[in-house]
C-alpha cells in the first residue's frame, strides 16, 4: 500500500525545528518526504503534526491488576486476553512500540505479528528475575504460597540458575532481560534502597545476555542499587528515582540509559487510596514521587541519555498519555519527544524505529496541532496512528 501523509508539519524524532511533509509510504516503510507520489490512499492532517510513533520502554502488557499474587492466580487464557486488550488500547493511543520488562511470551508476540490481535510491535523480556525476598516475591512476611503462574516475575537464585534462566529467556525469543536490582514499591517486605542481587548474581546474567547480542534492563531506585547494576554491566535502569550526582555521572560515562517512569507515580498518589493500596505501598510511593522529577535534571546535566516509561498496573493503565505531560513539565516537549522517539530506539537498537526518515518503519502518530506551541496535543485531543504504513 502507498500512503502519503498530507498538510502537516513533521517531527523527525531529534530536530528541533519541525519540517515540511508531505510523507510518503510504500509497503510499510518511508520511502520520500516532500515532493509528489502517487499514493493509493491520502491522510490529511489538517494543520497539524506528524511525529514517529511513540515508543514505551516500560510497559506490562500481563500487569492487569495492582495485586502481584491475583495476577498469579489467573488463568493463562484470561491473562493473554486481559493483555491483547491492554496492547490495543496501548496502540490507538499512539504507541507503536512497547517493551515489556516483566512479562511477555512468544504466544502474544505472534499473535500480534500474525494480526490475531491488533497491538504496537512487542518487545519483551519474559518474567522479570528477582531474588528470594525480592521486588518480585510477592509474598509477605507472614505468608507462604505458589502464586501457580508466573507472569511477570520468577524468582531465581544463585549463579548456575539464573544462566539457565537466562539462556531460556533468549530461546523464547525475549529481546533483553530484566531483573531487579532493589527493592520497590508495590512489594511489600524488601526496603526500596537495598541492592538485590549479589555482584557475581549480576553479572553471568549481563554476560550471557551480551554474548547474545542483547542487554539487562534493571529495577533500581537508590545511588546504592544503580552503582551495583551499572558497575556488573546493566545498560538499563529502570525508575531511577533517588538517583544523585555522582551516580548520574557513572551512568553516562557507561553508557547507561535511564528510562524513567513517572506517570505510576502520579497515579498511585493520587488514585492509590481509593483502588486499596496497603499503606506500606502508599509510603514507598510518597518517597519516590517527588524525587523521580530530580532524577531527570540531574541525568540530563550529565549526560544521560533518557528514555520514556510508563509501568503503569491494573486500571491505571489509562494515564499512559499523562506520562508525557509529567516528563514534558520536567523537560519541556522536544525532549519528552526526543525521549519517547529517537531515545528509546537508541535503547532498543532499532534505528529504523522512533524517526521520520527515509528507510524507517512507517509508524507514525498525526497530531492535532503543534506540539511546540501547544504541548497538551500530546497527552488529549484526537490523534491518527499508522502502524507498519495502516491507518489503525
Not at 81 to 109: C, E, M, N, Q, W
Not at 335 to 346: F, I, K, Y
Not at 356 to 373: E, K, Q, R
Amino acid at each position: 500500500m502507498r500512503l502519503s501523509i498530507v498538510n502537516g508539519a513533521v517531527f523527525d524524532g531529534e530536530s528541533a525545528e519541525l519540517l515540511d511533509g508531505p510523507v510518503h509510504v510504500e509497503d510499510g516503510e518511508i520511502v520520500q518526504l516532500g515532493g509528489e507520489f502517487e499514493a493509493d490512499r491520502t491522510l490529511d492532517a489538517r494543520g497539524g503534526t506528524v511525529v514517529p510513533g511513540l515508543i514505551d520502554a516500560h510497559f506490562h502488557a500481563y500487569g492487569i491488576s495492582l495485586d502481584l499474587v491475583e495476577i498469579g492466580s489467573k488463568t493463562p487464557s484470561y491473562v493473554a486476553y486481559s493483555g491483547a486488550d491492554r496492547l490495543r488500547k496501548a496502540l490507538h493511543r499512539g504507541f507503536t512500540t512497547v517493551r515489556d520488562v516483566a512479562g511477555g511470551d512468544p504466544g502474544i508476540s505472534r499473535a500480534l505479528e500474525e494480526g490475531l490481535i491488533t497491538g504496537p510491535r512487542y518487545l519483551y523480556t519474559g518474567p522479570a528475575l528477582s531474588q528470594t525476598g525480592g521486588h518480585g516475591d510477592p509474598r509477605g512476611v507472614d505468608t507462604d504460597f505458589c502464586g501457580c503462574h508466573e507472569f511477570m516475575n520468577e524468582v531465581v537464585d544463585g549463579v548456575d540458575a539464573l544462566r539457565a534462566a537466562v539462556r531460556d529467556r533468549f530461546r523464547r525469543g525475549a529481546h533483553a532481560i530484566k531483573i531487579m536490582a532493589s527493592g520497590g514499591v508495590v512489594s511489600l517486605t524488601d526496603p526500596i534502597r537495598v541492592p538485590q542481587y549479589s555482584p557475581e548474581e549480576v553479572r553471568v546474567v549481563t554476560e550471557e545476555a551480551a554474548r547474545r547480542g542483547s542487554y539487562v534492563a534493571a529495577h533500581a531506585y537508590s545511588p546504592e542499587a544503580i552503582r551495583h547494576a551499572v558497575e556488573n554491566g546493566v545498560r538499563s535502569i529502570e525508575h531511577g528515582n533517588l538517583l544523585d550526582e555522582e551516580t548520574a555521572a557513572l551512568m553516562a560515562s557507561s553508557g547507561a540509559f535511564l528510562v524513567p517512569t513517572l506517570a505510576t507515580y502520579d497515579a498511585m498518589n493520587r488514585r492509590g487510596a481509593e483502588l486499596g493500596m496497603p499503606g506500606v505501598t502508599q509510603a514507598k510511593n510518597r518517597e519516590v514521587l517527588d524525587s523521580g522529577r530530580h532524577a531527570l535534571e540531574l541525568a540530563r546535566a550529565a549526560g544521560v541519555p533518557i528514555g520514556f516509561g510508563t509501568d503503569l498496573m491494573g486500571v491505571l493503565e489509562d494515564e499512559q498519555l499523562n506520562g508525557l505531560r509529567l516528563q514534558t513539565e520536567v523537560e519541556g516537549p522536544l525532549q519528552a519527544l526526543r525521549s519517547a522517539t529517537s531515545v528509546n530506539a537508541a535503547l532498543l537498537r532499532r534505528p529504523d524505529l522512533g524517526r521520520i526518515a527515509v528507510g524507517c518503519a512507517a509508524d507514525l502518530l498525526v497530531l492535532d496541532g503543534d506540539p511546540f506551541a501547544d504541548p497538551s496535543v500530546l497527552w488529549k485531543g484526537p490523534r491518527q496512528v499508522v502502524r507498519s504504513g495502516q491507518v489503525v
